[in-house]
């Protein structure tokens, strides 16, 4: 299975937003998409989850064209987490439950419940089950939102900037859940995300984008010094530890 994102170009008012953006990720991999504010991250990643459609282009997986897909069927297939997920006044277990509405035919089956209580506890929501969304922490709410994505059993799993306003240990924690989700079930995931050294500790594939335009795109190899410069327009070392590169910003 791959996900193959051909020749995208997208606008906002006419103003350029994506520019002649191609590229294909495989089931297993985590492809994390990295650049500056305004540089077309969010907007690449609504194009992939069909909730934008390009001016020219498209999203295939396995040869179907996702943009002309049913939406009931596009929600089986894939598993969207915004940057910002929805409060609503629901209990932990219920909010799990509703993302396996694309698979209910109106009644709620052994399955459904089943999926839904696995996922809560991979999770360690557990203890939360019965509680209000509107009483948990911002770490635990959004372990709910990535459970109530993974309930609708996806094939691809897209994420934006799923760590922000998290403390180190519920990044650490949420990143590592992604990376196993990912593995253990074979999906393709993609996630935006701000911070290069989480990124190059638990992803696969790295894309950097600059301008609407994909600036560098492979492994590790291409997260070097001069890349990050052009991209962001800081200089920074590429130190290691534990065979993992991380990056570090050099003193002004």
Not at 11 to 20: A, F, G, K, Q, R
């Given at each position: 299975?791959?996900?193959?994102i051909e ?7 006419s103003?350029?937003?994506?520019e002649?953006i191609?590229f294909?990720i495989?089931?297993?991999d985590?492809?994390?998409?990295l650049?500056?504010?305004g540089?077309?991250?969010t907007t690449?990643?609504?194009?992939c989850?069909?909730?934008l459609?390009p ?6 997986l ?8 049913e939406?009931?069927e596009r929600?089986?297939i894939?598993g ?11 209990t932990?277990?219920e909010a799990v439950?509703?993302g396996?509405?694309?698979h209910?035919n109106f009644?709620?089956?052994r399955?459904?419940?089943e ?8 999770m360690?929501?557990t203890?939360?089950k ?6 948990i922490?911002?770490?635990?709410f959004?372990?709910?939102i990535i459970?109530?994505?993974?309930a ?5 799993l897209l994420?934006d900037?799923?760590l922000s306003?998290l403390d180190l240990?519920?990044?650490i924690?949420i990143?590592?859940l ?5 593995k253990?079930?074979s999906?393709?995931?993609v ?6 050294n ?5 992803s696969d594939?790295f894309?950097?984008l600059k301008d609407g335009?994909?600036e560098a795109l ?5 997260i070097t ?6 991209v962001f327009?800081?200089?920074v070392?590429?130190r290691e530890?534990e ?9 002004a």
């Amino acid at each position: 299975m791959e996900i193959i994102i051909e020749d995208v170009t997208f606008s906002y008012n006419s103003i350029p937003t994506l520019e002649n953006i191609t590229f294909k990720i495989k089931e297993g991999d985590l492809l994390s998409i990295l650049g500056p504010n305004g540089s077309g991250k969010t907007t690449l990643l609504k194009v992939c989850a069909s909730l934008l459609n390009p001016k020219k282009g498209t999203v295939y997986l396995d040869g179907k064209d996702l943009l002309r897909m049913e939406t009931k069927e596009r929600a089986k297939i894939l598993g969207y987490v915004p940057q910002r997920g929805e409060i609503f006044n629901t209990t932990v277990f219920e909010a799990v439950l509703s993302g396996r509405k694309p698979h209910m035919n109106f009644i709620l089956s052994r399955k459904d419940i089943e999926i839904t209580e696995h996922l809560i506890e991979v999770m360690g929501l557990t203890k939360l089950k019965s509680k209000s969304i509107m009483r948990i922490s911002g770490g635990e709410f959004q372990k709910v939102i990535i459970a109530r994505a993974l309930a609708q059993q996806p094939k691809v799993l897209l994420l934006d900037e799923p760590l922000s306003y998290l403390d180190l240990k519920n990044q650490i924690e949420i990143a590592s859940l992604i990376r196993r989700a990912t593995k253990d079930l074979s999906l393709i995931t993609v996630f935006v995300l701000h911070d290069i050294n989480l990124a190059l500790r638990y992803s696969d594939v790295f894309m950097l984008l600059k301008d609407g335009r994909i600036e560098a795109l492979g492994g590790k190899e291409i997260i070097t010094s001069e890349k990050i410069k052009s991209v962001f327009g800081v200089e920074v070392e590429i130190r290691e530890t534990e065979e993992i590169p991380y990056v570090v910003v050099r003193n002004a």
